[in-house]
């Protein structure tokens, strides 16, 4: 929300009160609170009728500063709020020294005058990262509007900054404008399913608003030497996360609003959608998953979406019985065929639905604020949204799903949760409407989660979400929503996935082909690539299937060719996921994230990094013309072993069956020795394929036990170039390989160590 008419002056209609002067600071064990007068204070008189401002400075983390602005600090506080996690064991150093006070959180300090001018600085590394200076922080006032705090945090020279959740736009978001506002949108417009009101930027710094109602941001657009944030009301709470890197900041950020858990491997597989509007039944499902098997195409998973229940009665939790009479009969058949199965969900319940019925009686959905159930004919006729704030419609809406998995069902589609009301609408627990309409997100994909994990084991559920905000990488997966089969939407709705995972998100998906529309079949093999080369592959449509098939036979070779290599890769993934456990750091990585060093790699965001090592550049053109920023070292072609070295730009043309995949020079690759499922003993005959190893090189690779279960462990190899010599050294029982220089070298079971002659290069491929 702009505020300023230029620099000078505010619109007409604003009034705003700064802090210009430190009355005092305070400190304590835990923090600093600091008062700040609105106006100089040249004797006693002007202390009187002006406003003092109250800023309190805390530490919850290492690295972690959090800043509490208060107008008014007597004004209540309406939920939802986000849970944050604090660190019990950490105790942060407060100090006042002379002319100034001090909060020590470890890697950044901010830093406030004792008295004087006010300023509030960041500092980590020795110097400042960011600053709330002159005229930033503000309370405002706006005519017929009402109250807003806002802030304003200086940015560098030719700094960037990303995130703030799933954006379609250019990845580095200076110059835009920001509401972030749940939204079903689809992939084309500002709009998005999934804010997050988090960013990071390349001075090594992140920032979380903790405000889950609409946060408006301003970056590098209404100022454009700061990033501005704005909330309604009196106050405002917002955390500084100190990195150097992105990687640490993302780290300390999802320390604060939770990690991702690890997703089982099958989840990895291909997934096989009905699409939404086709006609299916169980004849047709069946065909299908045969006509898979039939052309050595994997599949991991079935999905069925909306018409697995009546019309007009989603969503009602019953099969259609004149489609599907036997729901648990075929899931049975199904999973003899070695599929799991995922059902389309949402949480509006229809008119016509018994469970409407059954949910108003009880007071599980939305009322409005004369008391009748809030209804709508927007997408179901007469339809209500359940109220996950009462506790009792979580266990009812719980207990509906815990009917879908007596029948088998697997993974459930949490679709929509988005359009919910802020207006004329009230929660059985008090929320605030407009506080709660992005953070419906959470509870919504919470509750449905939780019923999966108590049935199946935390390592074992997978839900597959549209809507979501902070802290909702906790309930993966997620997919970027609805958009075109065409070459611009594919590319905005990898712009999505790599905001997303720079906010925090480690598991992403998007619909092979794009939902709406049907696509050419050079933009159908293009996606295919790029989706089989995503952390999880869903094929799925509006209005007409996804099938290979249905695009020719060389459909079907490129998704064998690429759904084959992905289950090779599931070592490598299994890893990738590991560290977003660990870490929070995101399986699709945009180039920034592995390289924040290189200024080539800023604002690239037509290519990303498949985990740490691969480097996928899709192909968005229909005559295979791509360009692809090389970064530093020479890089190998995983499909055809050709090399190309950076730091630059290269233009190349590839045939439908490929694109850019580049391996990562000074990399150990794991690869599997099975390309027909993702669930197997990833270890057992695990060939370590070496690619460029720089002299000296000693890695560990870790090969991730692709079972949790009873006895399951993980294997580890240590990798070590000697002159030209690599050398291997394991705990591994299960046969092995290496290959180095393009010559596979293998090895049988009880093997430890092992010593390969020659000069470590390139490898031939996958093919």
């Known amino acids: 929300m702009k505020f300023t008419h230029g620099y000078w002056m505010l619109r007409e209609g604003v009034t705003a009160l700064h802090p210009v002067e430190v009355a005092s600071v305070g400190a304590d064990a835990d923090g600093l609170t600091v008062y700040a007068a609105t106006a100089p204070v040249a004797g006693r008189g002007d202390t009187v009728n002006r406003a003092l401002l109250t800023l309190r400075l805390t530490s919850p983390a290492e690295g972690v500063i959090h800043v509490e602005a208060d107008h008014w600090t007597g004004m209540p506080r309406r939920g939802p709020a986000f849970d944050i996690a604090v660190d019990p064991g950490w105790v942060p150093a407060v100090r006042v020294d002379g002319d100034a006070a001090v909060l020590d959180a470890g890697q950044l300090t901010a830093h406030v005058p004792a008295g004087g001018p006010f300023s509030l600085e960041f500092r980590s590394g020795g110097r400042t990262v960011t600053a709330s200076g002159p005229k930033a922080l503000a309370f405002l006032t706006v005519a017929g ?121 099958w989840s990895y597989g291909p997934w096989l959608s009905t699409s939404f509007t086709t006609n299916y039944d169980e004849a047709t499902v069946t065909a299908a998953i045969d006509r898979m098997a039939e052309l050595g195409l994997p599949l991991s998973v079935f999905h069925f979406d909306c018409f697995w229940m009546r019309p007009y009665e989603w969503c009602g939790f ?49 009322r409005r604020t004369d008391g009748g159930v809030w209804q709508t004919d927007l997408w179901q006729p007469g339809m209500g949204i359940v109220d996950f704030t009462n506790p009792d419609a979580r266990a009812w809406y719980a207990h509906k799903i ?33 506080t709660m309409h992005n953070y419906y997100s959470f509870l919504y994909n919470a509750t449905v989660t939780r ?23 906790q309930f993966p997966v997620h997919w970027g929503g609805d958009s075109y089969s065409t070459f611009p939407s594919m590319a905005e709705t990898l712009r999505g996935g790599l905001s997303l995972g720079l906010s925090g998100f480690a598991y992403w998906s998007h619909d092979i082909g794009g939902f709406e529309g049907t696509p050419p079949t050079d933009v159908y093999l293009r996606w295919t690539a790029f989706g089989l080369l995503s952390s999880h592959s869903r094929f799925h449509g509006s209005t007409s299937s996804r099938a290979p098939w249905v695009f020719g036979e060389e459909a079907v070779g490129v998704a064998r060719r690429f759904s084959r290599l992905k289950l090779r890769l599931m070592p490598y993934l299994g890893q990738a996921g590991r560290a977003a456990t660990d870490e929070g750091t995101p399986i699709l990585r945009a180039m920034v994230l592995e390289f924040p060093g290189d200024r080539g790699a800023w604002d690239v965001d037509t ?15 229909a005559d295979g013309e791509v360009h692809v920023y090389i970064p530093e070292g020479r890089w190998t072609s995983l499909l055809d072993g050709t090399t190309v070295a950076g730091p630059r730009w290269v233009c190349q043309r590839h045939a439908l069956d490929s694109l850019p995949l580049l391996v990562r020079p000074d990399t150990v690759l794991p690869l599997g020795a099975q390309d027909d499922r993702p669930d197997y003993d990833w270890a057992d005959g695990v060939e370590l394929a070496c690619f460029e ?32 010599d690599v050398a291997v050294t394991t705990d591994s029982d299960r046969a092995w390989s290496l290959t180095v220089g393009g010559v596979k070298h293998s090895f049988p079971p009880g093997t430890t160590s092992a010593s390969i002659p020659g000069t470590p290069g390139g490898w031939a491929g996958v093919t």
Request: charged residues 20%; aromatic residues 10%.
């Open 145 to 265: 509007d009402g109250d807003y705090v806002r802030e304003q945090l200086a940015l560098g020279v030719g700094e960037r900054v990303y995130g703030l959740g799933e954006r379609f736009g250019p990845l580095a978001k200076n110059g835009q404008a920001v509401d972030l506002w749940n939204e079903d949108g689809g992939t084309v417009s500002e709009q998005a399913y999934k804010n997050v009101p988090f960013y990071l930027t390349s001075g090594g710094y992140g920032v979380f608003v903790d405000h889950p109602e609409k946060v408006s941001f301003e970056i590098a657009s209404e100022n454009v030497e700061r990033v501005q944030f704005s909330v309604p009301g009196q106050r405002l709470s917002y955390y500084v996360i100190a990195g150097p890197t992105p990687k640490d900041v993302l780290r300390r950020y999802t320390g604060l609003t939770g990690r991702p858990p690890q997703v089982p491997a």
């Open 318 to 366: 019953e099969w259609d019985p004149v489609v599907f009479p036997d729901p648990q009969g075929l899931i049975d058949r199904l999973h003899a065929k070695g599929v799991r199965v995922c059902v389309w969900v949402n949480p509006y319940i229809g008119q016509k639905a018994a469970a409407f019925a059954e949910a108003a009686e009880a007071g599980y959905l939305l």
């Open 402 to 434: 815990e009917g879908l998995l007596d029948v088998g069902v697997d993974a459930v589609k949490t679709d929509f949760g988005e359009r919910i009301p802020a207006r004329d609408v009230g929660y059985y627990d008090g929320s605030d409407p407009v």
């Open 451 to 473: 019923v999966l994990r108590q049935r199946q084991g935390v390592g074992e559920a997978v839900v597959f979400a549209r809507a979501a905000t902070a802290g909702g990488q």
């Open 607 to 621: 290519q990303y990094m498949f985990g740490p090592s691969l480097l996928v550049a899709p192909v968005f053109s």
């Open 693 to 724: 190893l720089a002299d000296g090189h000693d890695s560990t690779v870790v090969i991730p036990a692709a079972d949790a279960g009873v006895g399951a462990r993980d294997v580890t190899f240590r990798v070590r170039r000697v002159g030209s």
